[in-house]
């Protein structure tokens, strides 16, 4: 039986908070003052915001992702699509991310940054802030499932009082009764469900109609994104944005595939 990888990265990620690890390499203070990632997502969304993740490993992928970039080279590859944002990984385990490395992105870019992670406790709050991070994530599937130390409202206001947005993500239309008392800034739905890794389009989409019936906004489409195709659907149910991340990274030209995910101008069919 396969194991529950929710579960798997949430227990290794409170290793490394035990341990004393989590966050080496991050400074101890943040050095600037991050752009709003919500207000960034308003401003592009006529066209369709574009949220590009750094992304070094996927665990759900059936194929192994191409050596990863630098993070320099990553920017600079696509850089000249107009992102929108930039989300990195904080999350090794699977992921072969770190808080460090979000913090060298949210260093080399003036892009709101998001601080992508499975945040279970107000210590990794803090560190992303360190990074210089815009926005952190927050999983409603956590708290469904048990696993958070501290309640979603909780974290969603201890992100605000250090400076940083909240995003709250979303799979399921079971989950939405968690947005209830959180201060989110920035609502996404995920295409995947992270317990087991695979897609499950159906349910993502019911959330996303669900979602824009009980006007979350802003709303993006998280994962799953492979190509135009992908895209227009996700525009179809009304987001205001994507967050692209392993077809980025397997594209020849990052920047002309980012071109193709664009929402459609009106009266052009996608």
Same mark, same amino acid.
């Given at each position: 039986?396969?194991?529950?990888?929710?579960?798997?990265? %949430?227990?290794?990620?409170?290793?490394? @908070?035990a341990a004393?690890?989590y966050g080496a390499?991050?400074?101890?203070?943040?050095?600037?003052?991050?752009?709003?990632?919500r207000?960034?997502?308003?401003?592009d969304?006529g066209?369709?915001?574009?949220?590009v993740?750094?992304?070094?490993?996927s665990?759900?992928a059936?194929?192994?992702l191409?050596r990863?970039?630098?993070v320099?080279?990553?920017l600079?590859?696509?850089?000249?699509a107009g992102?929108?944002?930039?989300?990195c990984?904080?999350?090794?385990?699977?992921?072969?991310?770190?808080?460090?490395r979000?913090?060298e992105?949210a260093?080399r870019?003036p892009?709101?940054?998001?601080?992508k992670?499975?945040?279970? %406790?107000p210590?990794q709050v803090k560190?992303?802030?360190?990074t210089?991070?815009?926005?952190v994530?927050?999983?409603?599937?956590?708290q469904?499932e048990?696993? @958070?130390e501290?309640?979603l409202?909780?974290? %969603?206001a201890?992100?605000?009082?250090?400076?940083?947005?909240?995003l709250?993500?979303?799979h399921?239309?079971?989950?939405?009764?968690?947005?209830?008392?959180? %201060?989110?800034d920035?609502?996404g739905?995920?295409?995947?469900d992270?317990?087991?890794?695979r897609?499950?389009?159906?349910?993502?989409?019911?959330?996303?109609?669900?979602?824009?019936?009980?006007?979350l906004r802003?709303?993006l489409?998280?994962s799953?994104?492979?190509g135009a195709?992908?895209a227009a659907?996700?525009?179809?149910?009304?987001?205001?944005?994507l967050l692209?991340?392993?077809a980025v990274?397997?594209?020849?030209?990052p920047?002309a595939?980012?071109?193709? @995910?664009?929402r459609?101008?009106p009266g052009?069919?996608?």
């Amino acid at each position: 039986m396969r194991s529950n990888f929710l579960r798997d990265v %949430a227990a290794h990620v409170r290793e490394e @908070l035990a341990a004393g690890t989590y966050g080496a390499g991050v400074p101890e203070a943040r050095r600037r003052s991050p752009p709003s990632l919500r207000e960034a997502i308003a401003r592009d969304r006529g066209q369709g915001a574009l949220l590009v993740e750094y992304k070094r490993a996927s665990p759900g992928a059936a194929v192994p992702l191409p050596r990863p970039p630098s993070v320099e080279e990553f920017l600079q590859r696509t850089e000249l699509a107009g992102v929108t944002a930039y989300s990195c990984l904080a999350t090794g385990y699977g992921f072969d991310g770190s808080p460090a490395r979000v913090h060298e992105l949210a260093s080399r870019t003036p892009a709101p940054v998001l601080f992508k992670e499975f945040v279970v %406790a107000p210590e990794q709050v803090k560190v992303a802030a360190r990074t210089g991070a815009s926005a952190v994530l927050l999983i409603a599937r956590l708290q469904s499932e048990g696993l @958070l130390e501290r309640p979603l409202a909780e974290l %969603a206001a201890e992100s605000h009082r250090l400076g940083l947005e909240v995003l709250l993500e979303l799979h399921s239309t079971a989950e939405l009764s968690q947005t209830d008392g959180v %201060a989110a800034d920035v609502y996404g739905v995920n295409t995947r469900d992270l317990a087991s890794l695979r897609f499950d389009r159906p349910a993502a989409y019911a959330t996303l109609d669900a979602a824009r019936s009980r006007h979350l906004r802003p709303l993006l489409g998280l994962s799953g994104v492979e190509g135009a195709a992908d895209a227009a659907e996700l525009w179809s149910r009304g987001c205001d944005g994507l967050l692209v991340g392993s077809a980025v990274v397997r594209a020849a030209e990052p920047a002309a595939f980012l071109a193709t @995910l664009r929402r459609p101008a009106p009266g052009v069919r996608g």
